[in-house]
């Protein structure tokens, strides 16, 4: 059985740093994109970042452009997303994603989600 698990939420004031992780069991990613996605209340679900298993095929959405950096240890079978100067219009519930065929921003091409952890930018 397939499971992402994430962690690394929390709640920190604007402009400090977190860091997430996405851990995944039961099949490896090493041929598949994996991504982050977050949901803010009352919205939908937006892209947050990808990335294939080249490193040239990386995806940020413009909102966190320059401040967040995805990564893979494929050897752990993990997905990282470092948060960078963070604001209030970052908090939200972040989500990994892994299995689409290629890197995408399109959630549906995900196969495989984790539960989400919170992330809270608050003063």
């Known amino acids: 059985q397939v499971q992402l698990v994430e962690s690394g939420g929390g709640l920190v004031q604007p402009g400090d740093s977190l860091k997430l992780s996405c851990a995944a069991s039961g099949r490896s990613f090493s041929t598949a994109a994996m991504g982050w996605f977050r949901q803010a209340p009352g919205k939908e679900r937006e892209f947050v970042s990808a990335?294939?298993?080249?490193?040239?095929?990386?995806y940020y959405a413009d909102s966190v452009k320059g401040r967040f950096t995805i990564s893979t240890d494929y050897a752990k079978n993990t997905v990282y997303l470092q948060m960078n100067s963070l604001k209030p219009e970052d908090t939200a519930v972040y989500s990994c994603?892994?299995?689409?065929?290629?890197?995408?921003?399109?959630?549906?091409?995900?196969?495989?989600w984790g539960q989400g952890t919170q992330v809270t930018v608050s003063s």
């Open positions: 994603a892994a299995g689409a065929p290629f890197c995408t921003f399109y959630r549906y091409s995900y196969s495989h």
């Open positions: 990335i294939g298993w080249t490193v040239d095929q990386i």
